[in-house]
């Protein structure tokens, strides 16, 4: 069967799929993902078969080690896959929630009320454990996916959707409801961008790039996510010792994800007290340094920042330094390099503190604290399908609600216009 | 200037715009209102002149007389412009309500806050009100505007956005906030779908084909709106007298807009005794009928539907008409058939009506209603930007909380990770 066929074959089923699982009851999805976890932790012996020819090629391919450890699947592992379900299964069913509800001047009772999207096409890269988790999100938020992995994981993928589509049928989930597409052709993707018919959104999750071609080709609505350009700006009244660990936290506790800080500025003020301490604590630790003049003036190993780096997510120890002369100048700065995802001040001055939170654009505006908060389960959100770098629908962290849409449900007595 | 740069300057000053914007008080917002409403009065005759120029060209080139009335502006369709813009100064300005907020496990205090979507780049057809209607939407909820309307209402565009824009800047709104683009060439609408470093959405607002193009093409995020194939459901539960009044209604009270029926389904227990009078009662007031074979055998007017009517939205006195075996085939046809606008059951069976609203997929399900209650102002919203068909962002009526978006506003004293 060719891609196109077998795509819209996929959408036509998932579209039905939808309709049944839009009015399913909380119990049956919780049982349903209970009994994926089980199946998976069963079958973790044919998973881990199907992974070790993904790890063969990849190796084969030359893939760099990080890589391929992220793309290794083994029985800890797929045991974790089957404890995210549990939690998703323990997670309040969104769906059914009335939002609000009133009477119209006419006597119609209107009650807006929570339900799913419908059908969520979700386009990532390599690590397998993304299949479980959108599987579980979509399907608890009652919605059908599609799903398509990287090409490097294809055989772990389509191993792991092969068994919880099964559990997820046998305990009464329409067929369909979660499909993987099975082709690694490119053409596939592209294809799914403009699969309106069937599609409602598509949450692509990946690098930069992915995310670029899922925007400029789709015509189905696309809800962006990932890229963190983030600030931390070390206010002329900071707790330096306090803007130290946040600083410091920022950029190297995990500078692979989107809510690592890429660029610090410092207030003029106290940069000759704060930078020679903060830059060498970083250099310590390994993190290349390119900074403006000012900065280059109070460590060695600063190197020139190009404008290029004002703007680069560096997902990596390189960190971008630059002294400001004023709030202003920071607010300015992040406005024109911020992918608005989170920003933070450190900083005592009640007044720098509000106007940095109502005038920074971004989903999440911290004062006092770590940028590398903004994340579903840290936001206590308990779960997450991506954080949102966009305005319309969702922003910021994306739990269970934002997988859901709303309708209109409206009683009368014969009323007309 | 060719209408690249146009675009471009317009965008750039739109968006330094919006970071003022976002910061203003209501109390100021609702005095650009008030200002924009004194200036349409007391400009009206220039406005009336600039519109003189659309009409004449509009009949040289022999538009048809319904559309002429539609574009021609007089001192009191301005006096009812202005007056919507009293009406918009006078609701509660979204921006600013928090919507939730908690602690996290580590202390740090999270606000959900509602705040402008940024610049919102309104695409839309004829009519001259719309000019003013969106300015003065999109200014109430904090966002910048790029309008872009019809050729045909060119000069009365120009005319209309000057006053309101100056009048908008002189009571402290920044300028660019309101900006109309000045070319008809078609390349400007093509630009401004790809214009992402600067648009935040876009909204069409038209028929079928602008909305098509707008969705097929733009990159920037959009809210698809309007496109109605609205279905009233006569169950065989009916009370036939309530259901003859909704359904007349549904269909004539105003065919031309997007929540008028344009399918009528029939149970086939009811088809006998409803189906004679109803008819007889459309084709008095000359609706074209064009019915399944069991609905012929009721008037002699109905003509044979055929497949492509189900689909319609003839936006006319037209009316598809079926008779039905079932709840669940008339769920189905729906399903088929539907852009999941606004539909309704008329019936006296709990479960009919339980079952329709739950399992109907439509931003509005009405029991015994009729879909023309579809509205931001028979909703009570006091505002209508459009009617959302799609399910991400917002779905229905659009009021002013559908043109904000939300950011997160986290406190702490020092967290890190």
Chains 1, 2 share one sequence.
Not at 98 to 119: D, F, H, Y
Not at 231 to 258: W, Y
Request: net charge negative; hydrophobic share 45%; proline share 3%.
């Amino acid at each position: 069967m060719d891609y196109i066929t077998e795509l819209e074959d996929q959408g036509r089923v998932a579209k039905q799929a939808a309709r049944k699982l839009a009015t399913l009851s909380t119990v049956v999805k919780n049982q349903a993902l209970l009994a994926m976890a089980k199946a998976l932790e069963e079958n973790h012996s044919q998973i881990v078969i199907a992974n070790a020819k993904d790890i063969a090629n990849a190796e084969n391919s030359g893939m760099p080690k990080p890589l391929i450890d992220r793309l290794l699947l083994n029985e800890a592992r797929i045991k974790a896959m089957a404890d995210g379900l549990r939690q998703i299964a323990a997670l309040p069913d969104p769906i059914g929630e009335t939002l609000t509800g009133w009477q119209n001047q006419n006597g119609l009772a209107i009650s807006k009320v929570r339900v799913p999207l419908g059908v969520i096409g979700i386009i990532y890269e390599a690590r397998p454990n993304v299949t479980v988790d959108a599987a579980g999100l979509c399907l608890k938020a009652g919605n059908a996916v599609i799903l398509r992995g990287g090409s490097e994981a294809i055989n772990s993928n389509t191993a792991v959707t092969a068994v919880i589509a099964q559990a997820a049928y046998d305990t009464g989930i329409p067929q369909g409801a979660i499909a993987l597409v099975s082709t690694t052709d490119r053409q596939a993707v592209t294809a799914m961008l403009k699969l309106n018919k069937y599609l409602d959104v598509i949450i692509p999750r990946g690098g930069a790039g992915l995310i670029r071609t899922v925007v400029e080709n789709s015509t189905v609505p696309v809800i962006e996510t990932g890229t963190g350009v983030c600030h931390t700006f070390v206010d002329e009244s900071a707790d330096l010792d306090m803007a130290q660990e946040i600083a410091f936290n920022a950029k190297v506790s995990r500078p692979g994800v989107c809510n690592a800080m890429e660029t610090l500025l410092v207030h003029a003020d106290v940069a000759a007290e704060f930078l020679p301490d903060m830059l060498e604590r970083y250099h310590q630790a390994g993190v290349e340094l390119r900074g403006c003049y000012e900065t280059m003036k109070y460590h060695q190993a600063v190197k020139r920042a190009t404008e290029s780096d004002w703007a680069a997510e560096f997902l990596d120890l390189i960190l971008a330094v630059r002294v400001v002369d004023s709030l202003d100048m920071a607010l300015e700065h992040i406005a024109a390099y911020s992918t608005r995802h989170s920003e933070a001040i450190i900083t005592k001055d009640y007044n720098n503190a509000r106007r940095f939170q109502q005038e920074v654009d971004a989903a999440a505006v911290y004062v006092n604290a770590s940028t590398r908060f903004t994340d579903g389960f840290e936001f206590g959100f308990g779960a997450e399908i991506g954080i949102s770098t966009q305005k319309l629908h969702a922003r910021g962290p994306m739990g269970l609600p934002e997988l859901t849409s709303i309708k209109y449900v409206i009683n009368g007595n014969g009323q007309i216009r």
